[in-house]
């Protein structure tokens, strides 16, 4: 898949795009055109109609006299194609004209179209007619492929470099670095976002980002997290080794609260702060954010035992822990017979080497990647070097099935409502509805937002219960309760596929203008490296760029079906039944995968901090 992705990009600004010469259109209607000096010099332009900033090498083309105008894509050079007076005389094609919005198309018409015939193509049979085929041959119905590992340590040097002790630190202290310099751009810098680096560090380059490093590391985020690192720097008053003695108090985390239930809350929280208040476009703000995260990890290891918060209480380690569910890299035991005979349990409650493991899992006996957080201290402690980290194919733990959570499927349900609901609150139609409800209930546009939220929140809960129940009684399966827990699992490659997509929009298309801010973080008029003038375009262009986004819902759609065939398997065993009481969820997954494609068809607003 990465090969895939980022063949589509560098395909993507290496091919050339058509032109389209309006001279003589712009003759007979008496539209004079000047020709201005940086019109030859500068490699990247502005859209004259919704002022991106693009790449003159890939961009679409219209000349009038001698003069020529760059697009992001044909429904912009259509619009002047159509209407030239309107835009080649009263928007001229400066690099800072208009710098203040944009407002990105969505996927056409057609690609959407295509793209539901595409699913609707794949939801019913696919998957059950690949199960017959394989019974035809013989083959059994489970897939041998997922048993498929790679230890990613078999070499002896790599283990050294990755047991060795201080490696974390060294990761953690540069994520450190970036942290202050968010902290301190965001309270004293300027705060205009688009001058200022700390809403563009933060919501796009790391909060979009993350997604993708789920997608291909796992849980590696939480390895180099720098809440954890200066929290644990300061309770230990050490950088790396294991605890002995620290100044935390060691209390066990209320029973009550052993759940990711505080973690739920905290995203709905903070997506609706992040939307409702707007805090993208506040560095201030943002930087408050950063603090009350680090605040909560260093009030958590002063007063609870290990990394409790870690594993109950933190929104990224939950939402990147269930996704993580998808991702091809795991840390686990390597043999169990070696497990069974060892009666230390160093791996749980460390030893001089390092500390037991700090969200209380026991390799043993751990089957997926919710909890574990990567932090290699298993590798260090294991007496018998049993623990490794291993190369799997792509939701394994989704495939292998389970009883489920509850306090999990329920975040795998918000999962997709709110990232939808988050690509939604960024479309024209967005404001429509808010004013909608707004003048209609005659209350203030916070408290509309918030009932709108409320609304898309437990909607989606609602509709699957329901059919979680239509699948139970079909199936004959004895508590619908099981059906809800098991079948929201496969909504998380759905989830996670549009979340990619939704991203690859903020990440590819925003992103490059780091190269600009890294010059002035704080918005003083500095120009350290020489940047700081750079108009940076994007690292697609838009039409590559909706490739990607129908991929991404197509491959998450594809995944879904995967992992409900296998649900159903394990729930429903006679196979006419289990067709039939999957058809509840296929339509819940077909619907879900449908609004993906919705809500990237529509234009989205993007944020001014990077645009």
């Known amino acids: 898949m990465f090969v895939l992705v980022s063949g589509l990009v560098v395909w993507d600004q290496r091919t050339a795009r058509d032109s389209v010469d309006l001279t003589e259109v712009a003759a007979a209607a008496g539209l004079e055109v000047q020709t201005h000096e940086d019109q030859q010099e500068a490699a990247v332009a502005r859209d004259v109609v919704c002022n991106m900033t693009v790449r003159r090498a890939t961009a679409y083309q219209v000349t009038v006299a001698e003069r020529t105008y760059f697009f992001c894509s044909t429904y912009c050079r259509d619009a002047v194609v159509a209407e030239p007076a309107r835009w080649i005389q009263a ?63 078999g070499a002896a040097w790599v283990r050294r470099l990755v047991t060795w002790k201080p490696l974390r630190f060294c990761f953690q202290s540069v994520c450190a670095a970036f942290f202050c310099l968010i902290i301190y751009a965001g309270l004293f810098g300027n705060q205009n976002p688009s001058m200022n ?32 690192g200066i929290a644990t720097w300061i309770e230990r008053l050490k950088p790396w080794g294991p605890r002995q003695s620290g100044m935390g108090l060691g209390l066990r985390w209320p029973r009550k609260l052993r759940n990711i239930w505080p973690a739920v809350g905290l995203f709905v929280l903070l997506t609706w702060v992040e939307l409702g208040l707007g805090v993208t476009m506040v560095p201030r703000v943002t930087a408050y954010l950063a603090l009350g995260m680090l605040g909560m990890a260093v009030t958590s290891v002063l007063v609870f035992d290990r990394k409790a918060f870690c594993r109950y209480g933190c929104l990224v380690g939950r939402v990147s822990g269930l996704y993580a569910l998808f991702s091809p890299i795991e840390v686990r035991s390597k043999d169990d017979a070696v497990c069974s005979t060892c009666r230390t349990m160093d791996c749980y409650k460390g030893n001089a080497e390092g500390d037991g493991c700090p969200t209380f899992e026991f390799p043993r ?117 099981t059906v809800f827990l098991r079948y929201a699992y496969a909504l998380l490659p759905i989830a996670l596929f549009y979340h990619l997509a939704h991203n690859a929009e903020h990440f590819l298309m925003e992103g490059p203008k780091l190269l600009a801010l890294a010059s002035d973080p704080c918005g003083w008029g ?84 990077a645009m």
């Open 91 to 153: 928007h001229p094609p400066s690099l800072t004209a208009g710098a203040d919005k944009h407002l990105m198309r969505g996927i056409p018409a057609w690609m959407y179209q295509y793209g539901v015939l595409i699913l609707l193509l794949v939801s019913f049979g696919l998957f059950e007619l690949l199960s017959w085929l394989r019974e035809r041959r013989g083959a059994p119905l489970t897939q041998p492929a997922l048993d498929a590992r790679q230890d990613l340590l």
């Open 197 to 228: 680096v700390a809403p563009l560090l933060t919501w796009t380059i790391w909060w979009a980002g993350l997604i993708f490093l789920i997608l291909y590391f796992g849980k590696l985020w939480c390895f180099v997290c720098p809440w954890d």
């Open 365 to 481: 006996t751990m089957q997926r990647n919710t909890y574990c957080i990567s932090c290699g201290e298993c590798l260090k402690t294991c007496p018998h070097g049993n623990t490794t980290v291993r190369l799997r194919p792509w939701a394994s733990d989704l495939a292998q099935g389970g009883k489920g959570r509850s306090d999990e499927a329920f975040l795998a349900i918000v999962l997709l409502s709110m990232t939808g609901f988050h690509g939604l609150t960024m479309t024209p139609r967005w404001g429509e509805w808010s004013d909608a409800v707004q003048s209609s209930l005659a209350i203030p546009a916070q408290a509309s937002f918030s009932l709108l939220m409320v609304g898309l929140l437990v909607l989606p809960v609602l509709l699957f219960a329901l059919l979680s129940k239509a699948t139970a009684m079909i199936g004959r399966v004895a508590r619908t309760r």
């Open 526 to 609: 500095w120009d350290l490296f020489g940047t700081a003038g750079w108009a940076v375009p994007p690292m697609i262009t838009l039409e590559g760029l909706w490739i990607l986004q129908v991929f991404f819902v197509v491959i998450g759609h594809l995944y879904g079906l995967w992992i409900s065939e296998r649900t159903t398997r394990g729930l429903v065993p006679d196979r006419l039944r289990g067709i039939l009481a999957q058809i509840p969820m296929l339509l819940a997954m077909l619907a879900s995968s449908t609004v993906s494609l919705w809500l990237l068809n529509q234009p989205m607003e993007m944020r001014v901090s």
